[in-house]
């Protein structure tokens, strides 16, 4: 009796211990699971943090704080994009490749200049995840006004765009040597329709692939729709315009020594004054030109056959708000918003048209005016000077950096500037209303407002125009005069995040 009691107390402590044993074990399971769950969050889905993001509207006026969600990538670049890095990044681990079997090779030409080719570079590779292509590095233009002979290599790192997005598509540099030369010579080109959404990529590109292995699209621009989208594209294409696409070292390294001068002398406002020669030929805005220079700029507009609009009336079109302002405008303006004479204001843009001839007036007014020209010796500027799409890369950094942001005109890089510094926590970006404000500077060089009129009514037009937290105006079937995603992505900024795991668009039609 007593072997028997003995023998089965020993058998519940087996029992238990084999009990506890099997709780440890489940919990290393579940532990494990979790982390590898947590691990692949970290891939596929965003982090998101609160962050309140400063943004205050006139001169010292008290700041409003909004407690807004964002990714945590993005709270990285608020604190990064204007520091100069003191210490060697360590080396980034690679992300494990995705695999899937590709449709077939998609071939780009980036028409255009740095910032829409820049946006193009986004759109083609959500097209190219979508559809599950191989993406070949995009070819960039060298044909356009500004004859720029960069590729890809040269603008962007590319290495690091191949690496950062390997968990979502392949990119390789080239076309493989294992398809044909006469492939190759004789690959099938196009241009997808404008404003397209996924269902035209799917239904209409994606059977192409049944007759040819490679396509090339001669033609990026605008090239997906700004909405109705599903929430995976305009991840994917935030991911790529602020994660993947980071320019070179040396435009990187150039770039954060501006940034860092105009920071040791206080704060800076940038001004991306569009008064250059080859926006005046096109827009055709010729106000304030002499006789002279409005024939050069028509002979100009007439030399570029892609160039559809010929007969332009300029007064009309500066009017109804579509012409880039005068440097002498844009004088008035800084001063009519509060802007005094010791501001630091860095102009990001080409060669002005009229020299210094034509920003004298704002010279005048304004004397901290500085260029890079003016802060970068010649030996460091001169490996880029005669890459236009170089310097623009430059002005960029530097503009997303600057305290206020202000463009004289709604171009691509405007726009892209806008988008990335509101991804950046909100940092003040001063839209003109340029309709508006030609209508106010009339008024007052005719005399019928004051000074104090013209100040005061400016104030008020741009009181909401500060780049603040808003949704995009989506106007159906017009999708030229709607908002441009990139220029404000709020996908991406507002909390709008899809569910665990749905960041990888459903698998596509296979061939």
């Known amino acids: 009796m007593k072997e028997f009691h003995h023998h089965h107390q020993k058998n519940r402590r087996l029992g238990t211990m084999w009990k506890w044993g099997l709780r440890l074990g489940l919990s290393v399971f579940l532990y494990t699971t979790l982390i590898q769950w947590l691990s692949m969050m970290d891939l596929w889905y965003p982090y998101r943090t609160n962050t309140t993001h400063r943004s205050s509207c006139f001169g010292n006026d008290n700041d409003n704080t909004t407690g807004l969600t964002v990714f945590a990538g993005q709270a990285a670049a608020i604190a990064s994009i204007a520091a100069v890095a003191t210490t060697a990044p360590s080396p980034p681990s690679l992300l494990p490749k995705r695999v899937y079997k ?3 090779y998609l ?8 910032n829409q080719m820049r946006a193009a570079i986004c759109d083609m590779v959500t097209i190219a995840r979508y559809l599950n292509l191989t993406l070949i590095l995009p070819e960039l233009d060298k044909t356009s006004f500004w004859a720029d002979t960069s590729d890809f290599v040269d603008i962007f790192d590319a290495d690091h765009f191949i690496n950062s997005l390997r968990d979502q598509v392949r990119i390789v540099k080239a076309v493989p040597e294992k398809f044909s030369r006469k492939l190759r010579e004789t690959t099938f080109s196009m241009a997808p329709v404008s404003w397209s959404n996924e269902k035209y990529y799917k239904k209409k590109i994606l059977p192409l692939f049944r007759k040819h292995k490679v396509i090339h699209f001669e033609k990026t621009d605008a090239r997906l729709a700004n909405n109705n989208l599903p929430i995976e594209f305009q991840m994917l294409r935030c991911r790529v315009n602020f994660e993947a696409l980071k320019f070179t070292p040396a435009i990187e390294r150039l770039g954060k020594k501006l940034v860092s001068i105009l920071q040791k002398r206080g704060s800076f406002v940038v001004l991306h004054l569009r008064y250059e020669m080859d926006m005046l030929a096109f827009s055709g805005c010729t106000h304030s030109c002499t006789n002279e220079e409005t024939e050069e700029l028509t002979r100009m507009r007439y030399a570029y056959p892609w160039w559809k609009e010929k007969e332009i009336d300029s007064e009309t079109k500066r009017a109804n708000g579509l012409c880039p302002f005068t440097p002498e405008e844009t004088s008035l303006i800084l001063e009519a918003l509060g802007f005094t004479g010791d501001e630091q204001i860095y102009i990001a843009s080409g ?4 020299g210094e001839k034509r920003l004298a007036s704002l010279r005048s007014a304004y004397p901290n005016i500085v260029r890079k020209e003016m802060l970068l010796s010649s030996k460091e500027l001169g490996p880029f000077l005669n890459h236009s799409t170089q310097m623009a890369a430059l ?3 530097v503009s997303v950096a600057s305290n206020v942001f202000i463009p004289s005109y709604d171009g691509n890089m405007a726009r892209v500037v806008e988008g990335h510094r509101r991804y950046s926590g909100f940092r003040k970006t001063i839209n003109l209303n340029r309709k508006e404000v030609v209508r106010l500077l009339d008024l007052f060089h005719n005399k019928t407002i004051s000074w104090a009129e013209f100040g005061y009514a400016v104030r008020t037009v741009h ?14 079937n017009k999708p030229k005069e709607e908002d441009y995603f990139y220029s404000n992505p709020h996908e991406c900024i507002s909390g709008f995040i899809p569910a665990p795991f749905s960041y990888i668009p459903k698998s596509t039609v296979k061939i």
């Open 102 to 104: 590709s449709n077939g």
């Open 107 to 114: 071939q780009v030409s980036c028409n255009g200049g740095l």
């Open 395 to 397: 002005d960029y950094l």
């Open 463 to 476: 009181m909401h125009s500060m780049g603040r937290p808003k949704k995009r105006k989506v106007l159906e």
């Open 351 to 354: 060669e002005i048209y009229g």
